[in-house]
């Protein structure tokens, strides 16, 4: 008998050894078919198809070329396990091309140059107490190191203390402590139905299930979230209220409200990752401003600074602080004094209204030549936002672009590392306007990223896993 996947392939342009493999793949994220399952013969696949045995065996070869399956001798063609990416392949593998500019990370603007840089390096050469530091074994952080996060967050309308701070090693340390702390091995836990893959991966090693619930231009929908909360019974959700990565969705102040009256009705905790709530002016109040018995806020220097500095910072509900502390002892014990004494100074320091600042101008110059280079309806984005979505078309899907992309020298990120659940084929990448050394750098990527989106894809990868 036919099976019901092969009827895809008849829907799929483009030459139809490709098109075959394009609808085995459709079929493994529909679940028609599965990693161990055994491929038709070839000849029964030709019958079917009408197709000569030759562009089959093609179909077939390419398979074993890239992994996809494999053959046994006398027993047939096997389905692989499927090797999922959980993050850009260059964290990885970082390009040695000396051009390659790699749009695929979110990193602050202007990294090697950054304004904090002015305020970081006299701190480095003042003097430290390094024998305290180095004999300071306190799980959460050294007390002045939360009290100076502390007064970081009040700038933002969060009440925090001491007593309720915790020094994490960045902020997807405190994702990770997170799920460890509030989550059990087999929990379901809600997220945006796209978010961060660090939080994907997290989970997945630790064996929590996400759900993901339907996003709008605004972030989570209220009424989504009222439907999964009762279907089921989730006691966690992680969202990314401000400046939403990848989509920049940013809540306003009654999607807030409506976010946390809902969760206070189903008793759900929510984990806001705020990393980005510095950037907008004027500042949203974050939802642990608003519902402070029921957040756990994160945030984190990476966006600041920049990602070596690895520190970060969580405000949570006083009950819960015995939980945090098992699984900060539990994972790296405590964050390292030495980076949280120079996090603090620079948090301390009179000029860091001016690095915010100009950070906010960097960024807002690099978004407007977004808007000048590719074409608007092609965009979604935020003019304080480090990243955009760019949905694609002229035949390409996320995966075909991102590699023909790289191809050229510019690295982007395939949505599909975003996505909770692969419902469906990507169609959009995000693209970090941060990660380039300078605007001109800036320029030339986004002029081959808007070349490349105009030409269309070619046809052997035209439609490349997408009906």
């Known amino acids: 008998m036919r099976p019901v996947w092969t009827e895809t392939i008849e829907r799929i342009a483009g030459p139809r050894y490709l098109a075959i493999v394009n609808a085995i793949e459709l079929a493994l994220q529909s679940g028609a078919l599965r990693p161990g399952d055994r491929l038709p013969p070839q000849r029964d696949l030709a019958g079917w198809l009408s197709l000569n045995t030759g562009t089959i065996g093609k179909a077939y070869a390419e398979m074993h070329r890239t ?11 096997f389905l692989n396990e499927a090797q999922a990416s959980d993050g850009p392949s260059s964290l990885g593998a970082p390009a040695l091309r000396r051009t390659f500019i790699d749009l695929s990370h979110n990193f602050p603007p202007n990294a090697m140059r950054h304004p904090a840089l002015d305020v970081i390096r006299p701190a480095f050469a003042d003097a430290v107490d390094v024998g305290g530091l180095l004999a300071s074994q306190v799980d959460i952080g ?4 939360r009290a100076v996060a502390a007064r970081w967050l009040g700038r933002f309308g969060i009440e925090a203390t001491a007593d309720n701070m915790l020094v994490t090693c960045g902020g997807q340390h405190g994702l990770l402590l997170a799920l460890m702390a509030l989550t059990r091995p087999g929990d379901a836990v809600l997220s945006e139905e796209l978010c961060f893959y660090g939080l994907k991966s997290a989970a997945a090693m630790l064996g929590r299930s996400l759900v993901g619930v339907r996003m709008d231009r605004e972030g989570i929908v209220p009424d989504y979230l009222d439907v999964v909360c009762r279907r089921t ?14 989509t920049t969705a940013t809540m306003s102040e009654d999607r807030r409200r409506e976010v946390a009256e809902i969760c206070s009705r189903h008793d759900v905790l929510i984990v806001e ?6 950037l907008p002016d004027p500042q949203p109040l974050p939802l642990a401003a608003m519902a402070p018995d029921r957040v756990v806020h994160i945030s984190s220097l990476s966006k600041l600074v920049g ?7 969580m405000r949570a509900p006083s009950h819960l602080a015995p ?3 098992k699984a900060l002892r539990a994972s790296t014990l405590m964050a390292s004094p030495f980076n949280a004494e120079y996090a603090t100074r620079l948090l301390s320091s009179p000029q860091l209204d001016e690095v915010v600042a100009g950070i906010r101008s960097e960024t807002a110059a690099r978004q407007a030549l977004v808007a000048d280079v590719l074409p608007e309806p092609a965009l ?3 003019p304080q936002a480090y990243h955009f979505c760019l949905k694609l078309k002229n035949g390409w899907s996320a995966e075909a672009y991102t590699q023909a992309a790289e191809k050229l020298g510019v690295g982007v990120t395939p949505l599909s590392l975003f996505e909770v659940s692969a419902l469906h084929q990507s169609d959009s990448v995000r693209v970090c306007v941060n990660a380039a050394s300078d605007r001109i750098s800036l320029t030339a990527a986004l002029a081959k990223l808007s070349e490349l989106l105009r030409e269309g894809a070619p046809a052997d990868v035209r439609y490349r896993a997408a009906v």
Not at 142 to 145: A, C, G, Q, T, V
């Open 307 to 313: 990602p070596g500095l690895r520190i970060g910072f």
């Open 273 to 278: 990752d705020d990393v980005y709530g510095f």
């Open 142 to 145: 050294l007390p002045r190191h």
């Open 380 to 382: 979604m984005t935020h």
């Open 67 to 77: 992994g996809l399956a494999r053959g046994e001798v006398g027993r047939g063609t």
């Open 323 to 325: 939980a945090f502390g």
């Open 233 to 246: 019974g989730a006691k966690v959700l992680f969202c990314t209220p401000t400046l939403h990565n990848p």
